[in-house]
């Protein structure tokens, strides 16, 4: 059952790139990663209640249970760093085409064994090790595409913001699995989109508002709402998958990375993104990759 909510979650985050691309384009950053939080945390904030003044939901997959201190001291943890990761995704998502952004997100599962590797000591087999190659190959090939587009992946700051996201999202992925054997799912989803937007102001208040007349003005887009909607449906399957005992997070972290489908299809149709035959190429040697990665894993 928990492949089942993996895919669903792979599905919809594949939607938010595509909506999260499209609230960003010739607009100002933060205060669309705000209203983001915003709307997200708004979206929980029912459950919160229901769960502490009735029973109504009790039972089911939607109940937020009343957690202590020290639990919510590890929520607001998890709200940094996923956080600290979409700001640098966000910035390098509005300056560079979701044709690569989403290849090098897809990665993301080989940044999670790695660092298992040179943290926790870990061994990689020979399948692991093939979808590491296979994605360090598909990385320096989507680098000859970029530059057909005037972006140079030692030089480009974006894909280096690109790159650092996916990094603290491999952090996050590890520390979800271990938030999933010890929470509730809809606890933590609740809490952390809730501490984002607390998290956020400052970032509002004292990097945009003072300089915002010098840079992208803010405009809306209902696609902005978007981006919460399928973001927050997609995190409440992914946490739900995790919650299982014998989830394992290295296969819901490749199968979730199968959202580049979808943004990358999208890209090419509704953004009509450049030297998308290339790019192909490099998103089919991730997807291989992903592939030896599941045998490995098993």
């Given at each position: 059952m928990w492949l089942l909510f993996a895919f669903l979650s792979a599905a919809l985050l594949g939607f938010y790139d595509v909506f999260k691309k499209q609230s960003l384009q010739n607009n100002a950053v933060l205060p669309v990663l705000f209203l983001n939080t915003l709307f997200s945390s708004a979206l929980f904030v029912p459950f919160i209640l229901a769960g502490r003044f009735t029973t109504i939901l009790s039972g089911t997959p939607f109940h937020v249970p009343s957690v202590g201190a020290e639990t919510h001291l590890f929520i607001l943890l998890k709200s940094f760093i996923v956080l600290s990761s979409w700001i640098f995704g966000y910035f390098?998502?509005?300056?560079?085409?979701?044709?690569?952004?989403?290849?090098?997100?897809?990665?993301?599962?080989?940044?999670?064994?790695?660092?298992?590797?040179?943290?926790?000591g870990e061994r990689l087999n020979g399948y692991q090790w093939t979808g590491v190659a296979l994605a360090v190959v598909s990385f320096l090939m989507l680098s000859r595409s970029g530059k057909k587009e005037g972006i140079d992946f030692k030089h480009d700051r974006w894909i280096y913001?690109?790159?650092?996201?996916?990094?603290?999202?491999?952090?996050?992925?590890?520390?979800?699995?271990?938030?999933?054997?010890?929470f509730a799912p809809m606890a933590v989803q609740a809490w952390y989109n809730l501490y984002q937007v607390f998290l956020m102001c400052p970032v509002l208040l004292g990097l945009w508002l003072p300089g915002r007349d010098r840079?992208?003005?803010?405009?809306?887009?209902?696609?902005?709402?978007?981006?919460?909607?399928?973001?927050?449906?997609?995190?409440?399957?992914?946490?739900?998958?995790?919650?299982?005992?014998?989830?394992?997070?290295?296969?819901?972290?490749m199968i979730r990375r199968g959202s580049v489908l979808v943004s990358f299809l999208f890209g090419a149709w509704c953004f009509h993104e450049k030297n998308l035959r290339s790019k192909a190429v490099d998103l089919v040697l991730v997807l291989i990759g992903m592939f030896f990665l599941f045998l490995g894993s098993r």
């Open positions: 390098g998502m509005k300056h560079l085409p979701l044709t690569i952004v989403g290849p090098i997100n897809a990665t993301r599962p080989v940044m999670v064994l790695v660092g298992a590797m040179l943290l926790f913001f690109i790159v650092l996201a996916a990094l603290i999202g491999a952090v996050s992925g590890l520390y979800d699995k271990f938030l999933m054997q010890r840079h992208t003005p803010f405009r809306w887009s209902w696609s902005i709402v978007l981006i919460s909607l399928f973001l927050s449906a997609a995190d409440f399957a992914y946490f739900y998958a995790l919650s299982y005992p014998d989830a394992m997070i290295s296969i819901v972290s």
